[in-house]
């Protein structure tokens, strides 16, 4: 494939998605009422010598990808008793990007992501479109002291599950348009750093039962570095905006909160915030205990281990509920065996309690659980595809004090995807 008239800086393989059939799990984050969306990553931005100007001509590149996949949902509906179907998915994308993120200069990065679907069981489909779609834009500019990052997308959700990863426990087979943007912005200080950022995000649903969203926030904070811990910062920051839930009083919130960053080594880092966040019902105002806790660790270049805990409030998608407030965990692991294969495995928890808003009473809880394992073997045709093989198995399982929304899901198959 041709990179335009900027000189051709050759083939490079880009990451396949080894647990999930389709490559759109990790390409955009959906937008999740309270969670943090990091809009901007100082630790990512390296300090070079030379300013190689705004967009570097010998950094362009045109990336595609393919895949197709085959797998058995056990409960494609993810209902009690729900039904079961084989699936084939057939996934496509690509990216055209100039200048490097984590390198002085201006740098971009637009992609595109597909996904087709075909259920051999049209009971398990639940009727929405075969094809979805996922576009993507980031571009930023970063100077030696200050660097300024925007990114935005959206994603035409047909509301197949198969982002096995993703803890998206209410809305896993919602069809809805997905859109969101967020600009971020750091200066160096001599001892450390001041951050902000914003942004927005929505989802609109296409089906009853849920309710159509908006989230709007802003977050500053300023962080440290003492001279005797000179890969520690030490933060104060504050996370402040609303959110729009059809049907419902709007909701503002607030929530100032510590933070801590600890880079080890290049391999080996350490992100934390906790916090207290306060919401405005309306004349109702509550509290209640935030934090972020992230570790990623690298013990050697064929293991890679990533643990996330956090906990949050957020409004529910659902109609008829309030708002919920929810522990997640998630750990990953990545082994390199021998010399050719990968295996993965990971497990990611969901503790949510839903909040009469007036009295402060649990009306229900639900405990969501993710897990699955899987291995790769790269695959390579002719001198300039390459791509991998994939098995995986993932299982997916609900339990709610509403046994009308119990659900256990088994998801196993394999996967063949190329880049070039």
Request: aromatic share 12%.
């Amino acid at each position: 494939m041709k990179t335009s008239a900027f000189k051709r800086p050759g083939i490079r393989l880009m990451a396949v998605l080894a647990a999930a059939p389709g490559l759109m799990a990790s390409d955009v984050v959906l937008p999740e009422w309270g969670k943090e969306t990091v809009a901007y990553d100082p630790d990512q931005v390296k300090v070079l010598d030379e300013d190689p100007g705004l967009f570097p001509k010998d950094l362009f590149h045109v990336d595609g990808r393919v895949g197709a996949s085959y797998m058995y949902d056990s409960n494609a509906n993810l209902r009690r008793r729900g039904k079961g179907s084989s699936i084939g998915v057939i996934d496509f994308g690509f990216d055209i990007s100039n200048g490097k993120e984590g390198a002085l200069g201006g740098f971009y990065n637009f992609g595109y992501s597909g996904n087709y679907f075909s259920y051999d069981d049209p009971a398990a489909d639940t009727g929405g479109s075969p094809l979805d779609h996922k576009l993507n834009l980031t571009m930023g500019i970063n100077r030696a002291k200050t660097k300024f990052r925007i990114s935005t997308a959206y994603f035409s959700n047909n509301g197949n599950s198969v982002d096995l990863e993703r803890l998206d426990r209410e809305t896993r087979r919602a069809d809805s348009g997905d859109f969101s943007i967020n600009m971020g912005v750091t200066r160096q200080l001599p001892h450390g750093s001041l951050e902000a950022s914003t942004g927005f995000s929505s989802r609109d649903f296409a089906v009853r039962g849920l309710n159509d969203g908006r989230n709007t926030y802003g977050d500053v904070a300023w962080y440290y570095r003492p001279g005797f811990a000179p890969k520690t910062d030490l933060g104060i920051g504050v996370r402040f905006g609303s959110d729009e839930v059809e049907g419902r009083r709007d909701q503002n919130f607030v929530a100032p909160s510590f933070r801590w960053r600890y880079r080890m080594s290049a391999k080996t880092s350490i992100k934390s915030s906790i916090g207290r966040e306060y919401r405005d019902y309306g004349n109702i105002d509550r509290g209640a205990l935030v934090y972020s806790h992230g570790v990623t660790w690298a013990p050697s270049s064929r293991t890679t281990v990533d643990v996330t805990v956090s906990r949050s409030v957020s409004p529910s998608y659902i109609r008829g509920n309030g708002n919920y407030e929810a522990t997640q965990v998630y750990a990953r692991l990545s082994q390199r065996i021998g010399k050719r294969l990968t295996a993965s495995t990971y497990v990611g928890t969901e503790d949510a309690d839903y909040i009469q808003p007036r009295s402060g009473a649990v009306r229900r809880n639900e405990e969501f659980l993710k897990l699955g394992a899987s291995l790769s073997h790269p695959v390579r045709l002719g001198d300039k595809l390459n791509g991998s093989a994939t098995v995986f198995y993932n299982y997916t399982g609900n339990d709610s004090s509403n046994q009308n929304l119990e659900y256990d899901q088994h998801t196993t198959g394999v996967r063949v995807g190329f880049a070039f």
